[in-house]
């Protein structure tokens, strides 16, 4: 009862034998006779079903993820051996658990260092070829030499405030992270 994971174990027929009210949750499933009722009678969702019991074919630990209508699902299926003899079968335990919120945090995660690169490549860039032209270049005029060092100084600190904000956020996601729950 204290699983937050849907769990269900069923026998070697897909017959259920034990469920939690997390997976039944998941399942929309609230009769309180699940004992001995088919697999197939309380997943209605057809993807879900074959994928689980797809895994439960297998014999053998394994897991899978699945998206279903925006939800995230990270399903494992173990297999219920014998005390007596590991060789034989009698069922699988089933864990579903809900990953929606991991997948949308790795994905903001992926989208942010994705931003942060680019634009850390852009300022890098204008400076690497205001540095490459004065360098190259010693005829250049005081002019526009100081208007390159302006451009390079004003890139330079775009740079500093875009690592300051890295920094201010990860102190701040650090700092939540280790609040207690």
């Known amino acids: ?7 269900i174990a069923i ?3 897909e017959n259920i034998m034990l469920m939690n009210r997390a997976s039944q949750n998941i399942f929309n499933y609230m009769d309180f006779g699940y004992e001995g009722v088919p697999l197939t009678k309380v997943i209605k969702n057809k993807r879900m079903l074959d994928s689980i019991l ?5 014999r053998k630990s394994k897991e899978t993820e699945l998206e279903i209508d925006g939800i995230y699902y990270k399903i494992n299926v173990d297999p219920i051996k014998m005390d007596d003899n590991k060789k034989i079968i009698i069922g699988s335990i089933i864990n579903i658990e809900d990953v929606t919120d991991k997948v ?6 992926s989208d942010f260092v994705a931003n942060v690169t680019h634009e850390l ?10 540095v490459e ?3 190259s270049n010693s005829g250049i005029n005081k002019a526009t030499r100081m208007r390159f060092l302006e451009i390079i100084e004003m890139e330079s600190n775009r740079l500093q405030r875009l ?7 990860s102190f701040i ?3 939540q992270s280790s609040k207690p729950n």
Not at 1 to 7: A, F, V
Not at 104 to 109: A, N, Q
Not at 163 to 169: E, M, S
């Open 173 to 175: 996601e650090n700092n």
């Open 133 to 135: 032209t004065l360098k």
């Open 54 to 58: 797809g895994l439960v074919y297998l």
């Open 163 to 169: 690592i300051d904000d890295i920094l201010t956020l």
């Open 104 to 109: 949308r945090l790795e994905r903001m995660r």
């Open 1 to 7: 009862k204290s699983i937050s994971n849907g769990i």
């Open 11 to 13: 026998d070697s027929e």
């Open 121 to 130: 490549k852009t300022p890098l860039t204008s400076i690497n070829g205001f």
